[in-house]
Every structure is written in structure tokens, then in C-alpha cells.
């Protein structure tokens, strides 16, 4: 049974780039959440998807978007890349009726 | 708004001593608590979660941990520690969104650990 999968593990960008980062989630979970780590920090929530639509949203700017698509799979969306933005993103996913999160390995995201 | 302290930023240990971690949390309401690891180039996996009932709570890999709700506090315990115990250790307080988690991590903690 796959657990949760991210791709790709590592990216480089530049400023101003845009970035598309995906997840899909363990089997029978629905519900697909991102979260952002910077270097020596613990993981900050970005934005939780459930039945397509974004459920709650942390404290990030609208240059971070996303979308659920019906296979759960997710996919998280960063425009006009600041340096600022270089981090791990962690993907996480629960089933229905709640649980605590399952997360993948992450994606390594470098901004210069 | 739910907050996360863990105070010590690096705790070095020998193999075999035993181990605390604290972590302490401001929530409004009863929490939702939960400790997880990070190995280096990994993603958190789970060690233990404490939703409500017994104030101690078993995890995986011998971890446990002890909700004190006078202290506001959830700290982590293992009673010895082996090699493979040194990663990046967080604690989490959860509020829920329609029944799913959405927990707010600390900082971390390292875990060394010394043969």
C-alpha cells in the first residue's frame, strides 16, 4: 500500500518563475493538506483540500494555490517565486472523518 | 490562535540514557496533541496522539508521552535511547475542520545522540 507520494523531490527555480508541485495521496484518503518548512523550522499549513474545494487556508499569500482533483490527487501552485519561498513542502493526507496526517517525503524547492 | 513551544532547540544524549522532550502548547479549547519525527531527507511520520482519556499515551518505537493540563504541557519520553532515535523530533497542537486535523507544529527539536 503507497503511502503518501510527492513529485518531485528536488526543483530548482529562479525569482519570478512559476512552480507546480504534485501529491497523491495514500489510498483511501480524501482529504489532502500542504504545509511549507524552511530550514530549521517546523512545517507552517498552507492550504487543505477536501471534495475539490479548498477547505482552510494558513496564513499565505495568493501567489501559493492549489487544486484537488476527483482522483483525491493533489497539486499545490506557487507563482512569481521569491527566494523567500525556498523550502520543503510536505504533503499530507487523512482519511475521512478525520485522522491524523499521513505525509509524504516532500519536495526540496530552491529559489535563486 | 493555537500555539506550539518546544524550548530546546538540540538535546544530545548518550545511547542507552533516557530521554525528555518538552513542548509546551496555548490552545483555547481541549487539544488535540501529537508528537512526530523527521529523519533527515524524510517526511513526519507519526510517533503518538493524545485525543482524550488517559493521560499517558503509548506510541510507537517505545516513545510515550504525559498530557498535564495544569502545565499546558506534552512532553515526550523514551526511557532509553538508541542510534537510530537521532532525527528532528516536533510536537503538534490540532484544531479540526469538519473532522480532519489541521495541527500547528513547533519549531523541533534535534536529537543528538552519542554512542
Known amino acids: 500500500d503507497a503511502g503518501v507520494t510527492q513529485s518531485p523531490t528536488h526543483l530548482i527555480k529562479t525569482r519570478g518563475q512559476q512552480v507546480t508541485l504534485r501529491c497523491s495521496p495514500k489510498?483511501?484518503?480524501?482529504?489532502v493538506s500542504w504545509y511549507q518548512q524552511a530550514l530549521g523550522q517546523g512545517p507552517q499549513f498552507i492550504f487543505q483540500?477536501?471534495?475539490?474545494?479548498?477547505?482552510q487556508r494558513g496564513n499565505f499569500p495568493d501567489r501559493f494555490s492549489g487544486h484537488q482533483f476527483p482522483n483525491y490527487s493533489s497539486e499545490l501552485n506557487v507563482n512569481a517565486l521569491l527566494l523567500g519561498d525556498s523550502a520543503l513542502y510536505l504533503c499530507?493526507?487523512?482519511?475521512?472523518?478525520?485522522?491524523?496526517?499521513?505525509f509524504g517525503n516532500g519536495t526540496r524547492l530552491t529559489v535563486t | 490562535a493555537q500555539s506550539v513551544t518546544q524550548p530546546d532547540i538540540h538535546i544530545t544524549v548518550s545511547e542507552g540514557a533516557s530521554l525528555e522532550l518538552r513542548c509546551n502548547y496555548s490552545y483555547g479549547a481541549t487539544p488535540y496533541l501529537f508528537w512526530y519525527v523527521q529523519s533527515p531527507g524524510q517526511g513526519l511520520q507519526l510517533l503518538l496522539k493524545?485525543?482524550?482519556?488517559?493521560?499517558l499515551v503509548q506510541g510507537i518505537k517505545g516513545f510515550e508521552a504525559e498530557f498535564k493540563r495544569s502545565q499546558s504541557s506534552f512532553n515526550l519520553r523514551k526511557p532509553s535511547v538508541h542510534w537510530s532515535d537521532a532525527a528532528e523530533y516536533f510536537c503538534a497542537v490540532g484544531p479540526t475542520s469538519g473532522g480532519s486535523y489541521i495541527p500547528t507544529f513547533g519549531r523541533g527539536t534535534s536529537l543528538i545522540v552519542h554512542p
Open positions: 493524545y485525543f482524550s482519556g488517559d493521560t
Open positions: 489510498s483511501g484518503h480524501d482529504t
Open positions: 499530507a493526507s487523512s482519511p475521512p472523518l478525520g485522522s491524523p496526517l499521513h
Open positions: 483540500y477536501y471534495e475539490e474545494e479548498e477547505r
